[in-house]
């Protein structure tokens, strides 16, 4: 990251936010001499004492960055931000900040749906940036892909040329997958790397649509095949508090009462209608109270099993909790060829190859995009 970091002139100014012992200033020193003007942002006071004994010559400011406006602008910010989702303690890593989640919101352009601290740091760093600066960061790779860093990734494409090196679960002990993100700002398209140096893919334009693995063989399939979304209208299961609080639902079974079905009962190509795994038992013919499509025989698609696509039939109409449900916009779709063609090697390669680990789920976008061949599947042959 240091090595991205080249700077472009004798003494640059040089930002590292949530340093903590300030580690990427150090290596940058370490890199290209002391005479550079260094400043680092921590909000924690006990964490600066030991970077303002290691670079006692750079300023360090205590306080929150998202919500630090200086007067000047800086030609390199690199640095690790700290990721999480801002929320309560008992679903959120990040509770300690909860209070000015709406203050971030406000002076934030790009935030979207539950968002990710990260996200609001890329965007108030690039802000921060010098018309010709650069942006160095190490973030998770879920970016690339999730729909509610769209804004992000179009904001980003209009400030300048974005290369992404993915790294994979680069960080022991962390289950997440990381890139690092260089952001030159002024220029123009993208690049993202395999790795440190293989070129996975060169756009000379990128206006911020999702970055994957694209090979010419995924692109051609696209080409060829209808998206899955435009022959289905792709649903999300009713929420768990939503069906607890259903009337008809119980937590023992009971006469007529089948249970709630979840990610654990759906497997390739069939369902087990018969082990409770969520806790819940519902009247059977009160399923379609929750969502009126679970009263139709449909496909139901994994949500909760990684980059994998699993299908299978649900012809009994049971209730559910979780996964895609996935509702014919036109008579005459051939469901169980849908259902076969999904579960297919071909189509678990497909997305393997375009989203790796990128994020932990199949997103209904990713669902959206799958290209269903015209022959078999669709109503159009
Ligand atoms: C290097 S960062 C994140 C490292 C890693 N990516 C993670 O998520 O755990 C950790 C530092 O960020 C600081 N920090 C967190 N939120 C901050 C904020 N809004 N402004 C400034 N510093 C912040 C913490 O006090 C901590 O010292």
């Known amino acids: 990251m240091v090595g991205l ?29 002391n005479h550079h003007k260094l400043v680092g942002v921590e909000i924690d006071p006990q964490r600066l004492s ?22 000047t602008r800086f030609d390199i910010i690199l640095g690790n931000p700290p990721y999480g989702i801002i929320g309560d303690a008992s679903h959120y890593p990040i509770h300690a900040l909860r209070a000015r989640k709406s203050l ?23 802000r921060l940036l010098a018309p010709d600066g650069v942006l160095v960061f190490v973030v998770p790779a ?16 209009a400030q300048g040329r974005l290369s992404v090196y993915y790294l994979g679960k680069a960080f022991p002990k962390r289950n997440v997958s990381v890139v690092v ?49 435009e022959l289905f209208d792709i649903r999300f299961a ?28 759906l497997h390739a190509g069939w369902i087990d209608y018969d082990t409770c795994y969520s806790g819940l038992w519902m009247a059977h013919e009160r399923a379609a109270e929750l969502r009126a499509f679970y009263g139709t025989p449909h496909l139901v698609v994994a949500h909760t099993k990684g980059a994998r696509v699993v299908c299978a039939y649900d012809a009994r109409c049971y ?16 469901a169980e060829a849908v259902m076969a063609y999904l579960n297919s090697p071909l189509v678990q390669r497909y997305v393997q190859t375009l989203y790796r680990d990128l994020t932990p789920h199949l997103t209904r976008a990713m669902l959206a995009r799958v290209p269903l061949p015209l022959s078999g599947c669709s109503p159009r042959t």
């Open 181 to 229: 993100l260089r952001l030159q700002k002024g220029a123009q398209g993208l690049a993202l790397y395999d790795g440190t140096d293989h070129l996975a893919l060169e756009r000379a334009a990128y206006a911020g649509e999702m970055i994957r693995f694209e090979t010419d063989e995924l692109l051609q399939m696209e080409r060829q095949g209808v998206p899955l979304g």
């Open 238 to 265: 009713a929420r768990s508090p939503e069906v607890r609080r259903h009337p008809a639902v119980r937590r023992e079974p009971a006469d007529g009462y089948v249970p709630v079905l979840t990610g654990r009962n």
């Open 142 to 157: 879920s970016w690339l892909a999730l729909d509610d860093f769209k804004l992000l990734r179009a904001y980003l494409a």
């Open 319 to 334: 209730p559910w909790r979780e996964e895609f449900h996935l509702i014919p916009r036109a008579e005459g779709v051939n």
């Open 104 to 126: 971030y919101r406000q002076n934030s352009r790009t935030w979207r749906g539950k968002f990710n601290i990260y996200g609001a740091f890329i965007e108030h760093a690039t």
């Open 5 to 33: 970091a080249r700077p472009p002139r004798l003494r640059c100014r040089v930002l590292e936010p949530a340093c903590a012992n300030a580690p990427f200033l150090q290596a940058f020193t370490e890199a290209y001499g």
């Open 50 to 71: 030991d970077a303002r004994k290691c670079l006692p010559r750079a300023t360090f400011i205590e306080g929150d960055f998202l919500l630090w406006q200086p007067e």
